[in-house]
Protein backbone atom coordinates (compact mmCIF):
# COMPACT_ATOMS: atom_id res chain seq x y z
CA UNK A 1 0.00 0.00 0.00
CA UNK A 2 1.38 3.61 -1.05
CA UNK A 3 2.03 5.77 2.03
CA UNK A 4 -0.64 8.35 2.46
CA UNK A 5 0.39 11.76 1.20
CA UNK A 6 -0.09 14.53 3.73
CA UNK A 7 0.36 18.07 4.09
CA UNK A 8 0.94 18.87 7.16
CA UNK A 9 0.47 22.89 8.97
CA UNK A 10 1.56 24.15 12.46
CA UNK A 11 3.26 27.13 13.03
CA UNK A 12 5.67 25.95 15.86
CA UNK A 13 8.90 24.97 14.46
CA UNK A 14 9.19 22.42 17.48
CA UNK A 15 5.67 21.07 17.03
CA UNK A 16 6.29 20.82 13.32
CA UNK A 17 9.32 18.99 13.42
CA UNK A 18 8.17 16.49 16.20
CA UNK A 19 4.66 16.02 14.00
CA UNK A 20 6.41 15.28 10.82
CA UNK A 21 8.97 12.73 12.42
CA UNK A 22 5.88 11.23 14.31
CA UNK A 23 4.24 10.72 10.64
CA UNK A 24 7.01 9.58 8.84
CA UNK A 25 8.22 7.37 11.73
CA UNK A 26 4.22 5.66 11.00
CA UNK A 27 4.41 5.41 7.19
CA UNK A 28 2.68 8.92 6.08
CA UNK A 29 4.46 11.17 3.32
CA UNK A 30 4.41 14.72 4.49
CA UNK A 31 4.52 16.24 0.97
CA UNK A 32 4.66 19.87 2.60
CA UNK A 33 5.28 21.04 6.19
CA UNK A 34 3.83 25.18 6.14
CA UNK A 35 3.92 27.28 8.59
CA UNK A 36 1.64 30.04 7.59
CA UNK A 37 -1.98 30.36 5.28
CA UNK A 38 -0.58 31.28 1.94
CA UNK A 39 1.75 28.11 1.97
CA UNK A 40 -0.44 26.01 3.49
CA UNK A 41 -3.32 27.21 0.53
CA UNK A 42 -0.73 26.48 -2.20
CA UNK A 43 -0.15 23.09 -0.57
CA UNK A 44 -3.59 22.06 -0.76
CA UNK A 45 -3.85 23.43 -4.55
CA UNK A 46 -1.71 20.27 -4.89
CA UNK A 47 -3.73 17.17 -6.21
CA UNK A 48 -1.17 14.79 -5.32
CA UNK A 49 -1.88 16.16 -1.79
CA UNK A 50 -4.43 13.31 -0.35
CA UNK A 51 -5.41 14.67 3.56
CA UNK A 52 -4.21 17.47 5.39
CA UNK A 53 -3.60 17.69 9.22
CA UNK A 54 -4.08 21.50 10.20
CA UNK A 55 -3.78 23.68 13.10
CA UNK A 56 -6.48 26.15 14.00
CA UNK A 57 -4.03 28.76 14.39
CA UNK A 58 -1.87 30.77 12.07
CA UNK A 59 -0.19 33.54 10.65
CA UNK A 60 -0.73 35.95 9.69
CA UNK A 61 -3.41 36.73 11.71
CA UNK A 62 -2.96 34.34 14.75
CA UNK A 63 -7.11 33.29 15.05
CA UNK A 64 -8.98 30.99 12.94
CA UNK A 65 -7.20 30.77 9.77
CA UNK A 66 -6.21 27.00 9.47
CA UNK A 67 -9.82 26.19 10.21
CA UNK A 68 -11.18 28.73 7.55
CA UNK A 69 -8.53 26.73 5.09
CA UNK A 70 -9.46 23.83 5.69
CA UNK A 71 -13.17 24.33 5.29
CA UNK A 72 -12.79 25.92 2.09
CA UNK A 73 -10.17 23.23 0.56
CA UNK A 74 -13.29 21.31 1.41
CA UNK A 75 -15.62 23.33 -0.51
CA UNK A 76 -12.80 23.30 -3.78
CA UNK A 77 -12.42 19.70 -3.27
CA UNK A 78 -15.58 18.00 -1.24
CA UNK A 79 -14.68 15.21 0.63
CA UNK A 80 -11.11 15.76 1.12
CA UNK A 81 -9.71 14.62 4.62
CA UNK A 82 -8.67 17.32 7.03
CA UNK A 83 -7.41 16.66 10.50
CA UNK A 84 -7.98 19.82 12.36
CA UNK A 85 -5.77 19.83 15.43
CA UNK A 86 -5.73 22.88 18.21
CA UNK A 87 -4.85 23.99 21.41
CA UNK A 88 -8.38 24.81 22.46
CA UNK A 89 -11.60 22.45 21.26
CA UNK A 90 -14.38 24.48 20.20
CA UNK A 91 -18.18 22.87 19.76
CA UNK A 92 -18.52 26.15 17.64
CA UNK A 93 -16.05 25.18 15.09
CA UNK A 94 -16.36 21.30 15.44
CA UNK A 95 -20.11 22.12 13.81
CA UNK A 96 -18.92 23.92 11.33
CA UNK A 97 -16.33 21.63 10.17
CA UNK A 98 -18.80 18.98 10.02
CA UNK A 99 -21.10 20.97 8.32
CA UNK A 100 -18.76 21.09 5.73
CA UNK A 101 -19.33 18.05 4.30
CA UNK A 102 -20.16 14.66 5.14
CA UNK A 103 -17.52 12.57 6.87
CA UNK A 104 -13.45 13.03 6.34
CA UNK A 105 -13.17 15.70 8.73
CA UNK A 106 -11.14 15.21 12.48
CA UNK A 107 -11.12 18.02 15.28
CA UNK A 108 -8.26 17.23 17.72
CA UNK A 109 -6.87 18.53 20.84
CA UNK A 110 -3.04 19.03 20.07
CA UNK A 111 -2.37 16.86 23.08
CA UNK A 112 -4.06 14.15 21.88
CA UNK A 113 -0.47 13.32 19.11
CA UNK A 114 0.75 12.51 22.58
CA UNK A 115 -0.87 8.98 22.47
CA UNK A 116 0.84 8.38 18.96
CA UNK A 117 -1.17 4.96 18.23
CA UNK A 118 -4.64 6.89 18.90
CA UNK A 119 -3.38 10.00 17.10
CA UNK A 120 -2.57 7.83 13.91
CA UNK A 121 -5.64 5.55 13.87
CA UNK A 122 -7.45 9.03 14.08
CA UNK A 123 -5.89 10.18 11.03
CA UNK A 124 -6.56 6.99 9.14
CA UNK A 125 -9.84 6.97 9.95
CA UNK A 126 -10.50 10.77 8.68
CA UNK A 127 -9.16 9.85 5.17
CA UNK A 128 -10.89 6.68 4.84
CA UNK A 129 -13.91 9.18 5.59
CA UNK A 130 -14.66 8.52 9.24
CA UNK A 131 -15.43 11.72 11.68
CA UNK A 132 -13.52 12.07 14.54
CA UNK A 133 -14.29 14.18 17.07
CA UNK A 134 -11.93 14.89 20.28
CA UNK A 135 -13.63 13.28 23.50
CA UNK A 136 -13.97 16.94 25.24
CA UNK A 137 -16.02 18.28 22.26
CA UNK A 138 -18.26 14.53 22.74
CA UNK A 139 -18.47 15.25 26.73
CA UNK A 140 -19.46 18.92 26.07
CA UNK A 141 -22.67 17.54 24.43
CA UNK A 142 -23.17 14.97 26.40
CA UNK A 143 -24.03 17.85 29.27
CA UNK A 144 -26.51 19.27 27.43
CA UNK A 145 -29.94 18.20 27.37
CA UNK A 146 -32.51 19.03 24.59
CA UNK A 147 -35.28 18.20 23.09
CA UNK A 148 -34.38 16.49 20.54
CA UNK A 149 -34.66 13.16 18.07
CA UNK A 150 -31.39 12.72 19.74
CA UNK A 151 -34.06 11.92 23.87
CA UNK A 152 -35.50 9.27 21.90
CA UNK A 153 -32.90 7.17 22.48
CA UNK A 154 -31.77 4.63 25.72
CA UNK A 155 -28.85 5.61 27.69
CA UNK A 156 -26.79 2.40 26.36
CA UNK A 157 -27.70 4.04 22.79
CA UNK A 158 -26.51 7.29 23.55
CA UNK A 159 -23.40 5.93 24.84
CA UNK A 160 -22.67 3.98 21.53
CA UNK A 161 -23.75 6.91 19.66
CA UNK A 162 -20.91 9.32 21.30
CA UNK A 163 -18.39 6.58 20.81
CA UNK A 164 -19.36 6.84 16.94
CA UNK A 165 -19.11 10.64 17.16
CA UNK A 166 -15.59 9.81 18.49
CA UNK A 167 -14.71 8.13 15.19
CA UNK A 168 -14.41 4.24 16.45
CA UNK A 169 -15.48 1.47 14.49
CA UNK A 170 -17.97 -1.03 15.80
CA UNK A 171 -15.10 -3.40 17.71
CA UNK A 172 -13.62 -0.14 19.40
CA UNK A 173 -16.96 0.37 20.59
CA UNK A 174 -17.57 -3.01 21.86
CA UNK A 175 -14.36 -3.14 23.33
CA UNK A 176 -15.23 0.16 25.08
CA UNK A 177 -18.06 -0.53 26.51
CA UNK A 178 -17.23 -4.29 27.13
CA UNK A 179 -19.97 -5.83 24.90
CA UNK A 180 -20.21 -8.05 21.88
CA UNK A 181 -19.74 -6.59 18.38
CA UNK A 182 -23.09 -7.77 17.66
CA UNK A 183 -24.49 -6.33 20.01
CA UNK A 184 -23.45 -2.93 18.80
CA UNK A 185 -24.31 -3.50 15.61
CA UNK A 186 -27.98 -3.69 16.88
CA UNK A 187 -27.94 -0.57 19.12
CA UNK A 188 -26.13 1.08 16.10
CA UNK A 189 -29.24 -0.07 14.08
CA UNK A 190 -31.98 0.97 16.37
CA UNK A 191 -30.07 4.44 16.71
CA UNK A 192 -30.48 4.73 12.99
CA UNK A 193 -34.15 3.40 13.45
CA UNK A 194 -35.08 5.87 15.92
CA UNK A 195 -33.20 8.81 14.56
CA UNK A 196 -35.24 8.35 11.02
CA UNK A 197 -32.11 7.86 8.91
CA UNK A 198 -32.79 6.57 5.14
CA UNK A 199 -31.26 3.23 4.16
CA UNK A 200 -27.95 4.20 2.58
CA UNK A 201 -24.31 3.21 2.74
CA UNK A 202 -23.78 2.30 6.24
CA UNK A 203 -21.13 5.00 6.35
CA UNK A 204 -22.70 7.84 5.44
CA UNK A 205 -25.68 7.01 8.01
CA UNK A 206 -23.23 6.91 10.59
CA UNK A 207 -21.97 10.90 9.96
CA UNK A 208 -25.28 11.60 9.40
CA UNK A 209 -26.09 10.49 13.20
CA UNK A 210 -23.22 12.20 14.73
CA UNK A 211 -24.60 15.41 12.85
CA UNK A 212 -28.01 14.68 14.33
CA UNK A 213 -26.75 14.62 17.63
CA UNK A 214 -24.60 17.87 17.31
CA UNK A 215 -27.76 19.01 15.40
CA UNK A 216 -25.77 20.83 13.06
CA UNK B 1 -43.99 94.12 12.20
CA UNK B 2 -42.20 91.49 10.48
CA UNK B 3 -41.43 88.37 12.99
CA UNK B 4 -38.22 87.35 14.34
CA UNK B 5 -35.51 87.95 11.39
CA UNK B 6 -33.70 85.29 9.62
CA UNK B 7 -31.31 83.37 11.62
CA UNK B 8 -27.82 85.42 11.93
CA UNK B 9 -24.64 83.29 12.24
CA UNK B 10 -24.36 85.33 15.52
CA UNK B 11 -27.73 83.24 16.53
CA UNK B 12 -26.62 79.92 16.13
CA UNK B 13 -24.86 78.14 19.06
CA UNK B 14 -21.95 75.82 18.78
CA UNK B 15 -24.08 73.04 19.53
CA UNK B 16 -26.30 73.49 16.79
CA UNK B 17 -29.31 75.06 18.76
CA UNK B 18 -31.42 78.21 17.61
CA UNK B 19 -32.00 80.97 19.97
CA UNK B 20 -35.40 82.10 20.31
CA UNK B 21 -36.39 85.51 18.39
CA UNK B 22 -38.34 88.10 20.56
CA UNK B 23 -41.49 86.67 19.26
CA UNK B 24 -41.10 83.28 21.13
CA UNK B 25 -39.37 85.14 23.68
CA UNK B 26 -42.22 87.28 24.74
CA UNK B 27 -44.35 84.77 24.57
CA UNK B 28 -41.81 82.66 27.57
CA UNK B 29 -42.35 85.77 29.26
CA UNK B 30 -46.09 85.71 29.35
CA UNK B 31 -45.80 82.25 30.32
CA UNK B 32 -43.71 83.07 33.16
CA UNK B 33 -45.95 85.76 34.47
CA UNK B 34 -48.66 82.98 34.48
CA UNK B 35 -46.95 80.67 36.45
CA UNK B 36 -46.57 83.18 38.97
CA UNK B 37 -48.81 81.53 41.01
CA UNK B 38 -48.51 78.16 40.94
CA UNK B 39 -45.00 78.81 41.81
CA UNK B 40 -45.95 80.98 45.13
CA UNK B 41 -48.38 78.55 45.79
CA UNK B 42 -45.95 75.46 45.63
CA UNK B 43 -43.14 77.53 47.31
CA UNK B 44 -46.03 78.23 50.27
CA UNK B 45 -47.06 74.71 50.50
CA UNK B 46 -43.62 72.94 50.60
CA UNK B 47 -42.26 74.87 53.38
CA UNK B 48 -45.61 74.07 55.27
CA UNK B 49 -45.34 70.58 55.09
CA UNK B 50 -41.77 70.59 55.48
CA UNK B 51 -43.21 72.01 59.06
CA UNK B 52 -45.65 69.46 58.99
CA UNK B 53 -43.04 66.48 58.41
CA UNK B 54 -42.78 66.16 62.69
CA UNK B 55 -46.69 65.45 62.28
CA UNK B 56 -45.88 62.78 59.32
CA UNK B 57 -49.42 64.31 57.44
CA UNK B 58 -46.07 66.40 55.42
CA UNK B 59 -44.18 63.51 54.03
CA UNK B 60 -47.52 62.91 52.57
CA UNK B 61 -48.06 66.20 51.16
CA UNK B 62 -44.56 66.10 50.20
CA UNK B 63 -44.60 63.12 48.20
CA UNK B 64 -46.38 65.28 46.02
CA UNK B 65 -45.38 68.03 46.29
CA UNK B 66 -42.00 67.97 45.02
CA UNK B 67 -42.45 66.40 41.64
CA UNK B 68 -44.64 69.10 41.07
CA UNK B 69 -42.14 71.61 42.41
CA UNK B 70 -39.62 69.74 39.65
CA UNK B 71 -42.30 70.00 36.96
CA UNK B 72 -42.27 74.10 37.73
CA UNK B 73 -38.52 74.15 37.53
CA UNK B 74 -38.14 71.62 34.81
CA UNK B 75 -40.12 73.57 32.70
CA UNK B 76 -38.47 77.00 33.70
CA UNK B 77 -35.21 75.26 32.69
CA UNK B 78 -36.42 73.98 29.10
CA UNK B 79 -37.78 78.01 28.49
CA UNK B 80 -33.86 78.81 29.54
CA UNK B 81 -32.48 76.71 27.49
CA UNK B 82 -34.19 78.15 24.61
CA UNK B 83 -34.16 81.77 25.61
CA UNK B 84 -30.27 81.01 25.46
CA UNK B 85 -30.36 78.37 22.50
CA UNK B 86 -28.40 75.58 24.68
CA UNK B 87 -29.47 72.92 25.81
CA UNK B 88 -29.53 72.77 29.90
CA UNK B 89 -29.14 69.42 31.69
CA UNK B 90 -31.38 68.26 34.67
CA UNK B 91 -29.04 67.67 37.28
CA UNK B 92 -30.88 65.24 39.92
CA UNK B 93 -30.20 62.27 41.59
CA UNK B 94 -31.55 59.06 40.25
CA UNK B 95 -34.60 57.57 41.89
CA UNK B 96 -34.25 54.05 42.53
CA UNK B 97 -37.30 52.83 44.19
CA UNK B 98 -40.15 52.78 46.16
CA UNK B 99 -42.35 55.93 46.98
CA UNK B 100 -40.66 56.45 50.00
CA UNK B 101 -37.13 55.74 48.79
CA UNK B 102 -37.85 58.19 45.70
CA UNK B 103 -38.66 60.64 48.65
CA UNK B 104 -35.37 60.34 50.38
CA UNK B 105 -33.72 60.90 47.46
CA UNK B 106 -35.55 63.93 46.57
CA UNK B 107 -35.17 65.35 49.65
CA UNK B 108 -31.39 64.64 49.80
CA UNK B 109 -30.86 65.83 46.82
CA UNK B 110 -28.61 69.44 47.03
CA UNK B 111 -30.61 69.92 43.52
CA UNK B 112 -34.13 70.49 45.74
CA UNK B 113 -32.26 73.01 47.32
CA UNK B 114 -31.28 74.82 44.68
CA UNK B 115 -34.80 74.45 43.84
CA UNK B 116 -36.23 75.87 46.46
CA UNK B 117 -33.73 79.02 46.22
CA UNK B 118 -34.94 78.83 42.71
CA UNK B 119 -38.75 79.65 43.62
CA UNK B 120 -37.45 82.70 45.62
CA UNK B 121 -35.83 83.96 42.67
CA UNK B 122 -38.57 83.49 40.29
CA UNK B 123 -41.36 84.97 42.74
CA UNK B 124 -39.57 88.28 42.68
CA UNK B 125 -36.73 89.55 40.50
CA UNK B 126 -37.54 86.98 38.22
CA UNK B 127 -41.29 87.81 37.96
CA UNK B 128 -40.62 91.72 37.50
CA UNK B 129 -38.41 90.98 34.72
CA UNK B 130 -40.99 88.60 33.20
CA UNK B 131 -43.98 91.23 33.96
CA UNK B 132 -41.63 94.32 32.31
CA UNK B 133 -41.05 92.17 28.95
CA UNK B 134 -45.07 91.89 28.58
CA UNK B 135 -46.04 95.00 29.71
CA UNK B 136 -43.32 96.61 27.11
CA UNK B 137 -45.26 94.79 24.56
CA UNK B 138 -48.64 95.53 25.66
CA UNK B 139 -47.86 99.23 26.19
CA UNK B 140 -47.77 99.62 22.48
CA UNK B 141 -46.19 103.33 22.99
CA UNK B 142 -43.43 101.48 24.49
CA UNK B 143 -42.95 98.73 21.50
CA UNK B 144 -39.59 100.30 20.34
CA UNK B 145 -38.34 99.46 23.55
CA UNK B 146 -39.64 96.09 23.88
CA UNK B 147 -38.23 95.49 19.66
CA UNK B 148 -34.84 96.30 21.19
CA UNK B 149 -34.72 95.42 24.60
CA UNK B 150 -36.60 91.86 25.48
CA UNK B 151 -34.67 89.81 23.89
CA UNK B 152 -31.24 91.28 26.51
CA UNK B 153 -34.10 91.49 29.23
CA UNK B 154 -35.29 87.53 29.01
CA UNK B 155 -31.64 86.62 28.45
CA UNK B 156 -30.79 87.81 31.47
CA UNK B 157 -33.23 86.56 33.31
CA UNK B 158 -32.98 83.17 31.69
CA UNK B 159 -28.98 83.64 32.63
CA UNK B 160 -29.85 83.34 36.18
CA UNK B 161 -32.32 81.06 36.22
CA UNK B 162 -29.68 78.81 34.33
CA UNK B 163 -27.29 79.87 36.99
CA UNK B 164 -29.60 78.05 39.58
CA UNK B 165 -31.00 75.56 38.19
CA UNK B 166 -28.21 73.63 36.44
CA UNK B 167 -24.81 73.07 37.96
CA UNK B 168 -21.80 74.58 36.64
CA UNK B 169 -18.78 73.40 34.59
CA UNK B 170 -17.11 73.28 36.91
CA UNK B 171 -19.45 70.93 39.41
CA UNK B 172 -19.82 68.80 36.54
CA UNK B 173 -16.73 68.21 36.40
CA UNK B 174 -16.01 67.15 40.13
CA UNK B 175 -19.28 65.09 40.06
CA UNK B 176 -17.09 63.23 36.84
CA UNK B 177 -14.20 63.19 38.22
CA UNK B 178 -15.86 61.58 41.32
CA UNK B 179 -17.38 58.92 39.58
CA UNK B 180 -14.56 58.14 37.41
CA UNK B 181 -12.11 57.89 40.66
CA UNK B 182 -14.85 55.23 42.12
CA UNK B 183 -15.08 53.11 38.73
CA UNK B 184 -11.09 53.35 38.22
CA UNK B 185 -10.94 51.82 42.45
CA UNK B 186 -12.87 49.35 41.61
CA UNK B 187 -11.31 48.25 38.14
CA UNK B 188 -7.70 48.35 39.96
CA UNK B 189 -9.52 46.16 42.95
CA UNK B 190 -10.60 43.52 40.41
CA UNK B 191 -7.77 43.33 37.99
CA UNK B 192 -5.46 43.17 41.05
CA UNK B 193 -7.44 39.88 41.57
CA UNK B 194 -7.74 38.83 38.84
CA UNK B 195 -3.79 38.71 38.56
CA UNK B 196 -3.74 36.78 42.40
CA UNK B 197 -5.79 34.40 40.65
CA UNK B 198 -3.85 33.74 38.18
CA UNK B 199 -0.69 33.56 39.25
CA UNK B 200 -2.76 30.78 42.19
CA UNK B 201 -4.08 28.97 39.25
CA UNK B 202 -0.43 28.58 37.78
CA UNK B 203 0.99 27.74 40.81
CA UNK B 204 -1.02 25.14 41.98
CA UNK B 205 -1.39 23.55 38.67
CA UNK B 206 0.32 23.52 35.46
CA UNK B 207 3.59 24.57 37.36
CA UNK B 208 4.18 21.76 39.72
CA UNK B 209 2.63 19.12 37.01
CA UNK B 210 5.48 20.19 34.98
CA UNK B 211 7.92 19.65 37.79
CA UNK B 212 6.73 16.47 38.64
CA UNK B 213 7.29 16.23 34.36
CA UNK B 214 10.47 16.66 34.72
CA UNK B 215 11.54 14.80 37.46
CA UNK B 216 9.23 11.75 35.97
CA UNK B 217 11.47 12.07 33.05
CA UNK B 218 14.70 12.52 34.70
CA UNK B 219 13.80 9.22 36.97
CA UNK B 220 13.38 7.79 33.69
CA UNK B 221 16.35 8.52 32.43
CA UNK B 222 18.24 7.15 35.52
CA UNK B 223 16.20 3.84 34.95
CA UNK B 224 16.94 3.38 31.03
CA UNK B 225 19.44 0.98 31.79
CA UNK B 226 18.56 -1.07 34.98
CA UNK B 227 15.27 -1.35 34.34
CA UNK B 228 13.39 -0.56 31.25
CA UNK B 229 9.77 -1.75 32.33
CA UNK B 230 9.98 1.15 35.23
CA UNK B 231 11.56 3.49 32.79
CA UNK B 232 8.53 2.94 30.57
CA UNK B 233 5.68 3.30 33.41
CA UNK B 234 7.36 6.60 34.42
CA UNK B 235 7.29 8.24 30.97
CA UNK B 236 3.61 7.01 30.56
CA UNK B 237 3.35 8.69 33.68
CA UNK B 238 4.71 11.62 32.64
CA UNK B 239 2.71 11.66 29.46
CA UNK B 240 -0.31 12.26 31.51
CA UNK B 241 0.76 14.62 33.84
CA UNK B 242 2.11 17.10 30.68
CA UNK B 243 -1.74 16.21 28.99
CA UNK B 244 -3.51 17.25 32.18
CA UNK B 245 -0.88 20.53 33.02
CA UNK B 246 -1.96 21.47 29.17
CA UNK B 247 -5.57 20.91 29.96
CA UNK B 248 -5.57 23.62 32.87
CA UNK B 249 -2.88 25.86 30.95
CA UNK B 250 -6.04 25.89 28.62
CA UNK B 251 -8.75 26.58 31.43
CA UNK B 252 -6.45 29.30 32.98
CA UNK B 253 -6.37 31.06 28.98
CA UNK B 254 -10.08 30.65 28.85
CA UNK B 255 -10.44 32.74 32.16
CA UNK B 256 -8.08 35.49 30.70
CA UNK B 257 -9.14 35.52 27.71
CA UNK B 258 -11.09 33.11 25.55
CA UNK B 259 -9.75 31.85 22.26
CA UNK B 260 -12.91 32.05 19.97
CA UNK B 261 -13.56 35.91 21.34
CA UNK B 262 -10.29 36.77 20.11
CA UNK B 263 -11.12 34.62 16.68
CA UNK B 264 -14.40 35.76 16.64
CA UNK B 265 -15.29 38.78 18.01
CA UNK B 266 -18.27 39.60 20.29
CA UNK B 267 -20.83 37.79 18.37
CA UNK B 268 -18.85 34.64 17.29
CA UNK B 269 -17.72 34.06 21.44
CA UNK B 270 -20.89 34.67 22.03
CA UNK B 271 -22.78 32.24 19.92
CA UNK B 272 -20.20 29.44 21.16
CA UNK B 273 -21.08 30.53 24.95
CA UNK B 274 -24.88 29.76 23.36
CA UNK B 275 -23.90 26.49 22.03
CA UNK B 276 -22.53 24.97 25.73
CA UNK B 277 -25.91 26.29 27.74
CA UNK B 278 -28.02 22.81 28.69
CA UNK B 279 -31.16 25.82 28.33
CA UNK B 280 -31.59 26.86 24.89
CA UNK B 281 -30.70 29.94 24.24
CA UNK B 282 -32.31 32.15 21.22
CA UNK B 283 -29.57 34.72 19.82
CA UNK B 284 -30.19 38.08 18.03
CA UNK B 285 -26.54 39.71 17.61
CA UNK B 286 -26.30 42.68 15.44
CA UNK B 287 -22.88 43.74 16.36
CA UNK B 288 -20.86 45.47 12.85
CA UNK B 289 -17.38 44.11 12.81
CA UNK B 290 -14.44 44.60 16.06
CA UNK B 291 -15.59 46.60 19.06
CA UNK B 292 -12.61 47.61 21.21
CA UNK B 293 -10.81 44.34 23.03
CA UNK B 294 -11.46 45.70 26.50
CA UNK B 295 -15.52 46.15 26.01
CA UNK B 296 -15.68 42.76 24.55
CA UNK B 297 -14.19 40.79 26.73
CA UNK B 298 -16.07 42.77 29.34
CA UNK B 299 -19.28 42.04 27.98
CA UNK B 300 -18.62 38.54 26.95
CA UNK B 301 -17.90 37.83 30.68
CA UNK B 302 -21.43 39.84 31.45
CA UNK B 303 -22.95 37.37 28.82
CA UNK B 304 -21.04 34.17 30.20
CA UNK B 305 -22.14 35.38 34.06
CA UNK B 306 -25.50 35.96 33.41
CA UNK B 307 -25.86 32.78 31.54
CA UNK B 308 -24.46 30.63 34.14
CA UNK B 309 -26.66 32.44 36.39
CA UNK B 310 -29.30 31.07 34.37
CA UNK B 311 -28.63 27.81 34.06
CA UNK B 312 -27.74 27.41 37.80
CA UNK B 313 -30.60 29.70 39.48
CA UNK B 314 -33.47 30.04 37.19
CA UNK B 315 -34.69 26.96 36.42
CA UNK B 316 -35.65 28.32 32.59
CA UNK B 317 -36.58 26.23 29.68
CA UNK B 318 -35.78 29.15 27.55
CA UNK B 319 -33.59 32.52 27.45
CA UNK B 320 -32.99 34.76 25.19
CA UNK B 321 -29.59 36.70 24.21
CA UNK B 322 -29.47 40.13 22.33
CA UNK B 323 -26.87 42.67 21.38
CA UNK B 324 -27.02 45.47 19.50
CA UNK B 325 -24.62 48.08 18.37
CA UNK B 326 -25.73 51.17 16.51
CA UNK B 327 -22.46 53.08 15.90
CA UNK B 328 -21.95 54.08 19.58
CA UNK B 329 -23.93 52.32 22.17
CA UNK B 330 -23.55 48.50 22.63
CA UNK B 331 -26.71 47.49 23.69
CA UNK B 332 -27.59 44.10 25.49
CA UNK B 333 -30.39 41.74 27.23
CA UNK B 334 -29.89 38.71 28.55
CA UNK B 335 -33.79 37.38 29.81
CA UNK B 336 -35.07 34.02 30.82
CA UNK B 337 -38.38 32.26 31.70
CA UNK B 338 -37.02 30.97 35.05
CA UNK B 339 -38.30 32.00 38.56
CA UNK B 340 -36.49 35.13 38.55
CA UNK B 341 -35.18 36.52 42.16
CA UNK B 342 -32.04 37.95 41.00
CA UNK B 343 -31.06 41.03 42.74
CA UNK B 344 -28.45 43.30 41.69
CA UNK B 345 -27.43 43.66 45.81
CA UNK B 346 -26.78 39.97 46.59
CA UNK B 347 -23.94 37.65 45.86
CA UNK B 348 -21.00 38.68 43.86
CA UNK B 349 -22.05 38.01 39.88
CA UNK B 350 -24.40 40.64 39.26
CA UNK B 351 -22.52 43.78 40.96
CA UNK B 352 -18.66 42.22 39.45
CA UNK B 353 -20.36 42.58 35.79
CA UNK B 354 -21.86 46.29 37.35
CA UNK B 355 -18.43 47.72 38.32
CA UNK B 356 -16.70 46.24 34.91
CA UNK B 357 -19.12 47.57 32.65
CA UNK B 358 -18.93 50.79 34.98
CA UNK B 359 -15.59 51.23 33.61
CA UNK B 360 -16.51 52.12 30.34
CA UNK B 361 -19.13 54.32 31.32
CA UNK B 362 -21.63 51.44 30.89
CA UNK B 363 -25.18 51.07 32.93
CA UNK B 364 -26.43 47.37 33.49
CA UNK B 365 -29.89 47.06 35.06
CA UNK B 366 -31.94 43.89 36.66
CA UNK B 367 -35.86 43.31 36.30
CA UNK B 368 -36.43 39.79 37.91
CA UNK B 369 -39.49 39.41 40.17
CA UNK B 370 -40.53 36.25 41.93
CA UNK B 371 -41.63 34.30 39.71
CA UNK B 372 -39.68 35.97 36.51
CA UNK B 373 -38.94 36.49 34.34
CA UNK B 374 -35.60 38.08 34.35
CA UNK B 375 -34.13 40.59 32.40
CA UNK B 376 -30.98 41.76 32.79
CA UNK B 377 -30.02 44.75 30.41
CA UNK B 378 -27.05 47.19 29.86
CA UNK B 379 -25.45 49.99 27.33
CA UNK B 380 -21.95 50.51 27.01
CA UNK B 381 -21.25 53.17 24.66
CA UNK B 382 -18.41 52.36 22.35
CA UNK B 383 -17.46 53.02 19.18
CA UNK B 384 -15.95 49.97 16.64
CA UNK B 385 -12.33 49.18 16.91
CA UNK B 386 -10.08 51.42 14.81
CA UNK B 387 -8.03 48.35 13.73
CA UNK B 388 -10.21 45.57 12.38
CA UNK B 389 -7.15 43.24 12.29
CA UNK B 390 -7.37 40.95 15.29
CA UNK B 391 -4.50 41.06 17.76
CA UNK B 392 -2.01 38.66 17.38
CA UNK B 393 -2.16 35.87 19.95
CA UNK B 394 0.12 32.80 19.53
CA UNK B 395 -1.52 29.47 19.76
Known sequence: MQPLRVVLAEDHALLRAGLTQLLEAKDFTVVAAVDNLAE?????????????????????????????????????RPGFPVLVLSQYVEQLYARELLASGEGAVGYLLKDRVSDVAEFVDALRRVADGGTVLDPSVVAAVLDRRRDTPVDRLTEREREVLALMAEGRANAGIAQALV?????VAKHINSIFAKLDLPTDTDDHRRVRAVLEWLRI | MSSSPAVRPDDVRPDGAVRSGRWAVTGYALLQVLLFVPIVVTFVLVAVSSVLVVVWVGILLLAGLLPAMRGLAGLHRSMAGRILGTSLPAPYLP??????????????????????????????????????????????VTLPIWWYGVIPLLRGRAAVDRAILTTGRTERLEQRVEALTASRAVVVDHSAAELRRIERDLHDGPQARLAAVSLSLGLADDLFESDPEAARRLINEARGTSSTALGELRDVVRGIHPPVLADRGLAGAVSALALDMAVPVELALDVPGRLPAPVESAVYFAVAECLANTAKHSGAANSWVSLQHDGSVLRGRIGDDGRGGADLRKGTGLPGIAARLAAFDGTLSVS????????????????????????????
Not at chain 1, 47 to 69: H, I, K, N, W, Y
Not at chain 1, 179 to 183: G, I, L, Q, S
Request: charged residues 20%; proline residues 9%; aromatic residues 6%.
Open chain 1, 40 to 76: LERALDDPSAEAAVVDVRMPPTFTDEGLRAAISVRAR
Open chain 1, 179 to 183: VTEKA
Open chain 2, 95 to 140: LTGGPLADLRTRASDPMTWRDLLWMLWAMTFGFVVSLLAVVLFLGV
Open chain 2, 368 to 395: SPPGGPTVVTWEVPCSPSASSSPRTMRS
